[in-house]
């Protein structure tokens, strides 16, 4: 029991720490599965990416820094007990994250109607890793957007190659909002009739599939990540949308 108050106490002073608790959003209990799209996950800016020697908490968290790398995430660095508490506290951020993202994006819905929650959920979740990549963590970016401008105001991330720029934004909510506007000024377009979570998939990769994307791309068109040409981007999508059942927040 006083581990269990240890680890909530902490993750809660965790989501204040960084700005997620702007808003009272209400939680969620959900007994989500920790590792289910642990597979799933090598999508997002900086998974290659290695760290300096951390000393660590009672949780296995570090204490120098906010973001884990991939290692981490998988729970490589530490063993026993602290393992253990490092599980429970992984669960818990999940659970946490995709309580705040879920309900953020159903806000930005009643602005952008033809947005289907699951989708932006799901992309939200590969491209920052629930908010523990160091792209999200120091540059507030959820969705793994590049950076287009011609001043300093960048991250560089490995992703494509091992000095990718990516925008920097003033919050995790001009994160979301620069999404949005992205999704409808170059993928909305794509949809004919009514949205619908595939029909939104298939636009971000320009086709249903790998091959199609590919295809796409070499006849000049454009995907919104190189993952949908090598490695199925919309198979990590709807694996992600199913595991975590978001389509609960399409409704």
């Known amino acids: 029991m006083k581990t269990l108050i240890l680890i909530m106490t902490l ?21 989500l599965p920790t590792e289910i799209v642990i ?18 908490n009672s949780l296995g968290l570090p204490k120098d820094r ?20 490092f599980k429970e506290w992984k669960d818990k951020h ?28 799901a992309q939200s979740i590969l491209e920052s890793n629930f908010n523990k990549s160091r ?31 990516f925008t920097i934004y003033r919050s995790r909510w001009y994160s979301l909002r ?11 377009k794509r949809i004919q009739g009514k949205p619908t979570m595939e029909k939104w998939i298939a636009a971000l990769c320009n086709g249903a599939n790998s091959e199609q994307s590919r295809k796409a791309v070499n006849q000049g068109g454009y995907v919104y990540a190189t993952s949908c040409m090598n490695s199925c981007y919309q198979c990590k999508l709807k694996r992600v949308i199913e595991s975590y059942d978001l389509q ?3 409704n």
Do not use: M
Not at 39 to 56: C, L
Not at 96 to 106: K, N, R
Not at 136 to 159: P, Q, T, W
């Open 39 to 56: 597979k799933s996950n090598d999508v997002y800016a900086g998974r290659t990416e290695s760290a300096p020697t951390s000393k660590y």
């Open 178 to 188: 620069g999404h949005t506007k992205l999704l409808y000024s170059k993928y909305r």
């Open 94 to 121: 999940i659970n946490s994250f995709i309580d705040w993202i879920a309900l953020a994006v159903q806000e930005e819905r009643a602005n952008y109607p033809d947005l289907i929650p699951s989708v932006i959920i």
């Open 66 to 85: 906010q973001w884990l790398t991939a290692d981490e995430w998988r729970g490589e660095h530490v063993t026993g007990q602290r393992l253990e508490r």
């Open 11 to 31: 993750t809660s002073a965790y989501w204040i720490k960084i700005g997620f608790k702007e808003k009272n959003y209400p939680i969620v209990p959900q007994d």
């Open 135 to 165: 792209l999200s963590v120091e540059g507030n970016n959820l969705f793994g957007h590049k950076y287009r401008g011609d001043d300093d105001n960048f991250l560089i991330c490995a992703d494509d190659s091992p000095t990718d720029r």
């Open 248 to 250: 609960r927040y399409d």
